[in-house]
């Protein structure tokens, strides 16, 4: 069980035997707890960040993962400045790419303190890494953060797009990715990598990590379970299963998933090389017959050139296609989950055991695609190619309704484009609303996640 919990305004400093009065309040949603006395210094709150972040700081693992293949970058990129005469070294120059509070960034600057950076080459030379994270709410705390820990002369943080950039005088002889999520593509690695690398590298002379890549899935049947759930029938559930994340350790746990293909490579990158894969189809044999709802997929991510040192969200549930991942130097993030593709209404397929059938595969900009053969495709206002929505029942096409608009709002709100005066009053309404009772007020009809945006835009 895990217990609620709720933050003070301010923290308090308290030493054994003093007593403090705190007062307690409730809404129709909420429960609040103030210190009436002692009096507690008010924090001005000029930083935010978003929660998931802070996962980041404590994933032991991946930041292990990383520290090793920069390592071994910065070896060699050492060896090779050695072979230079001093007077013909251009400065060491590092780039990494979606830093967001920094962990990464830090890490990089401290081993190159290691490689021998010194101080004299940053009063030369100005600072030797550059971070880029376009998220624009947590650059004072990222920069803060350097602050505390003596490193903001050895870092520039770059808040801007990076396509947007001029191509850079001083080019970087290594750079750091930090844009996958559970699917690999989801962040924007192979857009947002390749334009960093033709502004801000070295043409044909610098490293990449990570080095390359691999996605593996499996076919899956979720939802049957609903069928009969303490002798209901709730499987119209199913028609929202539209996440993009799961934990599928968990949902093969408790019954909620079940596994009908044994697990297929999907698509595989290079990114030292920019060898890109091409769209293809597979054959795929079930193992048990049951109906695909989903396609369930994970990376492998090799960190270094050698491919010795692997970061992989392989559900642990599910055994290794190649064993011979287990021999080499093996890292797990954490949380682990994995990315999923839930298939609609008719495009659920209902497969027989060891008979084979066709998968398109391809993918988007951000995100794999599969495909049944056969199935119609229609263009977005992006120019990308997507399978046709199939009809849905009423609910659900008044929840993809609230959700389209709902998703408008947060990319307004991100990209600045609303500056209505008529508008922000109502947001800082709905804002002010929120933040005293959430969801609370039924005369107030606005989406809670849209006075959640509200919320943020106003008082984060």
């Known amino acids: 069980p895990r217990p609620a919990t709720r933050g ?3 923290p308090l400093q308290v030493t054994k035997g003093d007593e403090i009065h705190i007062r307690a309040s409730y809404s ?10 002692p009096e507690a210094p008010k924090h001005d709150k000029r930083v935010a960040c978003p929660r998931w972040l802070f996962l980041r700081s404590w994933d032991e693992q991946r ?4 520290r090793k293949a920069i390592e071994k970058a910065l070896g060699k990129i050492m060896e090779e400045r050695e072979q230079i005469p001093k007077l013909d070294r251009h400065p060491l120059r590092l780039v990494h790419l979606g830093a967001g509070l920094g962990q990464i960034s830090m890490l990089a600057a401290q081993l190159a303190r290691e490689a021998g950076v010194t101080d004299a080459d940053v009063d030369t030379h100005g600072s030797y890494l550059v971070a880029v994270e376009q998220m624009p709410k947590i650059t004072a705390l990222a920069r803060h953060i350097f602050r505390d820990n003596d490193l903001d002369r050895d870092i520039f943080f770059c808040a801007e797009d990076v396509r947007k950039l001029p191509s850079q005088p001083t080019r970087a002889q290594l750079i750091i990715c930090e844009l996958f999520d559970p699917g690999l593509l989801g962040e924007g690695i192979l857009v947002l990598l390749n334009a960093a690398r033709i502004k801000m590298c070295n043409a044909f002379d610098h490293h990449v990590i990570p080095a390359r890549a691999s996605v593996w899935a499996a076919a899956f049947e979720f939802g049957e379970h609903l ?23 968990s949902a093969l746990a408790n019954g909620s998933a079940r596994q009908l293909s044994n697990v297929f490579e999907v698509l595989k990158f290079d990114f030292v090389n920019n060898e890109m894969p091409a ?59 994995q990315a999923v593709c839930h298939f609609q209404g008719e495009y659920a397929k209902e497969v027989v055991k060891d008979e084979a059938v066709e998968l398109d595969i391809g993918y988007t900009q951000a995100w794999p695609q599969f495909i049944w053969p056969g199935t119609q495709m229609v263009q977005r206002e992006s120019g990308e190619m997507v399978p046709k929505t199939p009809p849905m029942p009423r609910h659900r096409m008044g929840y993809e309704k609230l959700k389209t608009e709902t998703e408008d709002l947060e990319r307004k709100l991100q990209h600045g484009l609303m500056f209505d005066e008529e508008v922000l009053g109502d ?25 959640n945006y509200f919320h943020m835009m106003f008082f984060l």
């Not at 930041?63 to 990383?66: H, P, Q």
Request: overall charge negative; aromatic content about 10%; charged content about 25%.
């Open 279 to 337: 769209f293809h189809t597979i054959k795929l044999m079930p193992t048990e017959s049951g109906r695909v709802t989903a396609i369930v997929f994970w990376y492998e991510i090799q960190m270094d050139m050698e491919g010795e040192v692997i970061l992989t969200n392989w559900p642990e549930s599910i055994p290794p296609a190649d064993f011979s991942m287990l021999e080499k130097d093996l890292h797990r993030p954490a949380p682990l989950r």
């Open 427 to 451: 947001g800082y309404a709905a804002a002010e609303r929120v933040a005293l009772e959430p969801n609370g007020n039924p005369n107030y009809t606005i989406d809670p996640q849209n006075a």
């Open 227 to 249: 069928k009969s759930c303490h002798g209901f029938d709730v499987s119209v559930f199913n028609h929202y299963r539209t996440g993009l994340m799961l934990d599928l350790d």
């Open 8 to 10: 003070l305004a301010s």
């Open 28 to 37: 129709r949603s909420r429960i609040r707890f103030e210190v009436v006395s």
């Open 63 to 66: 930041v292990d993962a990383f």
